[in-house]
């Protein structure tokens, strides 16, 4: 059987052809990631949670986190979720995936509030596909049950993919969750399917850039242009717009002045294990 040589963190791994498919995308049979490896996954606790700061650009105060999920594969190590969440939603397994993030998430979040005596969003990405299957309010409000977490400090990010959404159930799903505190955002404003639409026909509380645009911000007139247009519109909506992908002190910098005062990016942290951002939040008092 053909070998792959597969390289992480200055160690090499050799995995069969048969994983091959794990790495490439594009490989013949690259849907490895079935509904049954994924809950497999799930239940062995191969699934983890990193959390990447939500800063105030002026401040510097870290004011949450947005929980992203990887997968420990016993076979190739770290994997982000680019490489399996398609296969999730493609199989069904999302809604697996997207309440294990939930459960995750809002109980980390209770305990960094306890510990920090200070109220701490975190922001949980959803799909479209998990709307579509109905099941989402029930999955959060388990997980606010159990966590303890205030429902006002929990974020609901809504994804884009080029699946169609039903707005229409989308709206009454996520209203329903509105009433009881929960927020709703929408990612990657400024490029995408209809996430112009969406802002238009979903109750959202907050809007976040999309990080191409955040690059071009010190150099291209044309994305300062559209920051700028976005955290306008934003305003004019009462809702809080928020960039990503910030990697520089300049572009910190040039985005306060286009309007737009949260943000998050390499220039404040790396996405972190749940206790490496706990020992974060300690040290920042």
Known sequence: ????????????????????????????????????????????????????????????????????????????GALPPDTFVGDA??????????RFVLETACRDAFRWSTATRRPLDVWVNVSPFQLATGGLAEDVTRALRQSGLDPSRLVLELTETPTSLDLDSAAVQLGDL??????????????????LLRLVRLPVDIVKIERELVAGVCDDGHCA????ALAALATAL???????GIETASQRARLLELGCSLGQGFVFSRALPGPAFAAMLDAAG
């Open 238 to 244: 009462d809702v809080v717009a928020v960039a990503e």
């Open 225 to 228: 242009a559209v920051v700028r």
């Open 1 to 76: 059987m053909t070998s792959v040589v597969v390289r992480s963190r200055g160690h090499e791994r050799i995995v069969g052809r048969s994983d091959r498919a794990l790495l490439d995308p594009a490989a013949p049979g690259a849907r490895l990631f079935n509904a049954a490896t994924l809950r497999r996954a799930a239940l062995r606790r191969e699934l983890t949670c990193v959390y990447q700061p939500i800063v105030h650009l002026v401040s510097g105060a870290v004011l949450g986190a947005e929980a992203l999920v990887r997968w420990q594969h016993p076979a190739l």
């Open 178 to 195: 509105r009433v009881v505190g929960v927020r709703v955002a929408l990612d990657d404003l400024g490029s995408g399917y209809s996430s």
């Open 89 to 98: 939603e493609a199989s069904g397994a999302v809604s697996v995936i997207g």
